[in-house]
């Protein structure tokens, strides 16, 4: 191969020069006619590597940017046995946000809203993050008890989040029916101006593209079949492709960890469940805010296309089918109309679902394992793609200095031993 | 959409049973250590394939089913009342990863 030899952490890959994406470029081009460059390359697999990542959906092409950009290390491969983003990267609903309800859940998911805010001149790709306020609405006292809490929480970290009452609510959005003679009233809601959506395709192509510039290879259709350990250390990866010889090696599969994970003999505590969404027919503009019922089992926005994405919580028994249900849509469409009765005549355009690696505490599990040179970035349940930039970045600087970092040291395997849960439930799904 | 045939109430849909976690997990309720306890109640087998598991029939004869089911295409092999012995025509090589 022409590449130039590399050390490990060493800077001295020769690399491909990232066409600058600009408006001038457009015009430019426009004008011209000419080719834009590739923004991903295609390569042979290669014998060695310093990191092997599992998984090209946002954790790991993260994990890998902050590798290269951050710490110089670029002997990274990404092996991905489907396509870049088709798993729970470009399943979900792309909502971002950091009210949370742990101490440790709060400042480490405001560390990934920061990271997104100015992730579009990180990666110079446009993400199309739009903070337009996210609502978690309270049906009952016990739930308004919680978002109390919860506000308390986040205000001590710094976060702009508030209980709001109905009245309030009603006016940040009109369409909802904030009236007290529903079946479920709006009691009020906890109110996060600076949540929101973002195209979640884009944060997966402009982390691949970046990775990729920096020189990390990025291996689609190449999938990992065995683990090979010698006296519990990794020695290297056995995939479709051929063998890889690595003494690192990060599981970054969401919905598929138990199976990587099972290649080290490596039991965890996960539960692997499909999540369904839906996606309306484009309407003019006239949702402002994300809406979240917990009560109701949905969640809601308007994309800026104008079609309404919908979420609810996962489906009741664990598996690996991602077929849609109709008891889902049935469910969704009950309880969206108990919400916002004027979208009764909208249709669905299509509905799909995602795999969610559940954990017992609804927090996520990364950092070492038992078994040397396998780190695990898992257990990312239903909140994965809101926490892929701080992810990949704490992952990152783990790899790199071979250091826990503090924002990630309370979600580490050991704790289900030691029994040190990081309990989440309250904020992190709806379905409760 | 998953249809669990009942052997008390005949085939229903999978929205009248509860989940009721993977078979085959047991500790000592005398002797089990802390460690032995959190293994119990937080790691499971999670696998893409076969794998056994109980249902309760919530909203049917309120009883407590086995079954044997594939993770990746839902499909169900069998199900018998909880207690009973599986069904000889599987064996446990078919049923492991």
Same mark, same amino acid.
């Given at each position: 191969m022409a590449q130039t030899a590399t050390t490990t952490g060493g800077r001295a890959r020769t690399r491909g020069r990232a066409a600058r994406y600009s408006a001038f470029d457009i015009v430019r081009r426009g004008v011209t006619h000419s080719e834009w460059p590739r923004s991903f390359n295609e390569h042979e697999l290669r014998a060695t590597y310093d990191v092997v990542i599992v998984g090209a959906g946002v954790h790991g092409l993260a994990c890998a940017y902050y590798l290269a950009v951050n710490h110089g290390i670029t002997n990274v491969a990404v092996l991905e046995k489907s396509y870049m983003g088709g798993g729970g990267s470009g399943r979900n609903t792309a909502i971002i946000r950091s009210n949370y309800l742990t101490p440790e859940g709060v400042r480490f998911y405001d560390r990934s809203v920061k990271l997104y805010e100015k992730l579009s001149v990180d990666l110079n790709y446009n993400?199309?993050?739009?903070?337009?306020?996210?609502?978690?609405?309270?049906?009952?006292?016990?739930?308004?008890?919680?978002?109390?809490?919860?506000?308390?929480?986040?205000?001590?970290?710094?976060?702009?989040?508030?209980?709001?009452?109905?009245?309030?609510?009603?006016?940040?959005?009109?369409?909802?029916?904030?009236?007290?003679?529903?079946?479920?009233?709006?009691?009020?809601?906890?109110?996060?101006?600076?949540?929101?959506?973002?195209? %979640?395709?884009?944060?997966?192509?402009?982390?691949?593209?970046?990775?990729?510039?920096?020189?990390?290879?990025?291996?689609?259709?190449?999938?990992?079949?065995?683990?090979?350990?010698?006296? +519990?250390?990794?020695?290297?990866?056995?995939?479709?492709?051929?063998?890889?010889?690595?003494?690192?090696?990060?599981?970054?599969?969401?919905?598929?960890?138990?199976?990587?994970?099972?290649?080290?003999?490596?039991?965890?505590?996960?539960?692997? %469940?499909?999540?369904?969404?839906?996606?309306?027919?484009?309407?003019?503009?006239?949702?402002?805010?994300?809406?979240?019922?917990?009560?109701?089992?949905?969640?809601?926005?308007?994309?800026?296309?104008?079609?309404?994405?919908?979420?609810?919580?996962?489906?009741?028994?664990? +598996?690996?089918?991602?077929?849609?249900?109709?008891?889902?849509?049935?469910?969704?469409?009950?309880?969206?109309?108990?919400?916002?009765?004027?979208?009764?005549?909208?249709?669905?355009?299509?509905?799909?679902?995602?795999?969610?690696?559940?954990?017992?505490?609804? +927090?996520?599990?990364?950092?070492?394992?038992?078994?040397?040179? @396998?780190?695990?970035?898992?257990?990312?349940?239903?909140?994965? @793609?809101?926490?892929?930039?701080?992810?990949?970045?704490?992952?990152?600087?783990?790899?790199?200095?071979?250091?826990?970092?503090?924002?990630?040291?309370? @979600?580490?395997?050991?704790? @289900?031993?030691?029994?040190?849960?990081?309990?989440?439930?309250?904020?992190?799904?709806?379905?409760? | 959409m998953l249809l669990i045939d009942c052997p008390y109430c005949g085939p229903r849909n999978s929205t009248e049973f509860r989940h009721a976690g993977e078979a085959g997990k047991s500790r000592d309720l005398a002797s089990a250590t802390p460690a032995q306890w959190r293994r119990y109640l937080y790691e499971y087998d999670n696998p893409l394939g076969w794998v056994r598991e109980s249902w309760f029939h919530s909203a049917g004869c309120r009883r407590y089913l086995s079954s044997e089911r594939h993770t990746g295409t839902n499909e169900v092999r069998w199900v018998v009342p909880f207690g009973t012995a599986a069904p000889s025509s599987t064996t446990d090589e078919e049923t492991s990863r």
């Open positions: 993400v199309m993050f739009s903070q337009r306020g996210h609502l978690t609405l309270a049906h009952n006292d016990a739930s308004l008890r919680t978002m109390n809490w919860r506000a308390e929480v986040n205000k001590l970290q710094g976060i702009d989040s508030s209980v709001i009452d109905a009245k309030e609510v009603g006016r940040i959005v009109p369409y909802l029916d904030v009236s007290a003679d529903t079946r479920y009233p709006i009691l009020g809601a906890l109110y996060h101006p600076p949540g929101g959506i973002i195209r %979640h395709d884009a944060v997966n192509w402009g982390y691949a593209r970046a990775a990729t510039h920096l020189g990390v290879e990025i291996h689609q259709q190449t999938e990992v079949l065995g683990i090979d350990t010698a006296g +519990s250390k990794v020695t290297g990866v056995r995939t479709s492709r051929g063998n890889i010889s690595t003494s690192m090696v990060i599981n970054c599969t969401a919905g598929w960890a138990s199976t990587i994970s099972d290649m080290v003999d490596l039991k965890m505590p996960l539960v692997t %469940h499909p999540l369904q969404a839906a996606v309306t027919e484009p309407v003019k503009v006239f949702l402002p805010a994300v809406i979240v019922s917990g009560s109701l089992h949905v969640y809601v926005s308007q994309t800026d296309r104008g079609e309404l994405v919908f979420g609810a919580s996962v489906d009741p028994y664990p +598996s690996y089918s991602m077929r849609g249900s109709l008891e889902f849509t049935e469910g969704l469409a009950a309880h969206i109309l108990e919400l916002i009765p004027s979208i009764s005549s909208l249709k669905l355009l299509r509905q799909w679902a995602g795999l969610c690696d559940m954990t017992p505490d609804y +927090s996520p599990i990364m950092g070492v394992t038992p078994v040397e040179g @396998f780190l695990v970035d898992v257990g990312w349940g239903t909140y994965g @793609f809101k926490a892929g930039p701080v992810a990949g970045e704490q992952m990152a600087q783990l790899i790199a200095t071979g250091r826990t970092p503090d924002l990630i040291a309370a @979600f580490d395997l050991a704790r @289900f031993a030691d029994g040190r849960l990081v309990g989440e439930k309250g904020a992190a799904s709806v379905g409760h | -």
